[in-house]
């Protein structure tokens, strides 16, 4: 299970960066516009529709503007609820997003023929670097080891 974690934040390491400004973005484009009209129209006790739409329409044609405002009028507290409840769901859809980027095995994006299938050089205790029966890149097989040094060439020569 921990190749699964490994594989998909190496996978998705761009993508963290660009879920983040997205993030941002979203948050002062969308969540604060809506958050600063909604903390218009209940302003005076009672919640009034038409300054609702109203405040909809001119607090999204101008998203700076009401961040500022957010500070401003005091409804930073109203910003905070709905920034909360936004990133919730921002995370749900980012975190599948995720798991749906994960190898499906542990040997997923690994090359066929390479020596990708160990780790810290444990493949010299039977291979070496240097001489012998070319394997792969820097592996080979080398001929003056005791017992079997037989080779299973598997493919086929392209002539034409």
């Known amino acids: 299970m921990h190749y699964k974690i490994e594989g998909a934040i190496k996978r998705n390491r761009k993508t963290f960066i660009i879920a983040a400004i997205l993030w941002i973005i979203l948050a002062i484009v969308f969540v604060s516009p809506l958050s600063y009209s909604i903390f218009q129209a209940s302003q005076g006790g009672t919640f009034n529709s038409q300054v609702l739409i109203r405040g909809i329409g001119q607090n999204f044609t101008h998203p700076l503007q009401t961040f500022g405002k957010l500070f401003s009028d005091g409804a930073f507290g109203k910003f905070i609820s709905f920034e ?32 990708d299938w160990s780790q810290h050089g444990e493949q010299y205790r039977i291979l070496n670097r240097n001489k012998g029966i070319i394997l792969a ?7 003056d080891k005791p017992g079997n040094v037989n080779v299973l060439v598997v493919g086929r020569i392209r002539s034409w």
């Open 137 to 143: 890149e820097n592996n080979y097989l080398p001929v």
């Open 84 to 115: 909360f409840g936004f990133t919730i769901f921002y995370l749900i859809f980012f975190f599948i997003g995720f798991i749906r980027t994960a190898p499906k095995n542990e040997y997923s994006d690994i090359e066929h023929g390479s020596s």
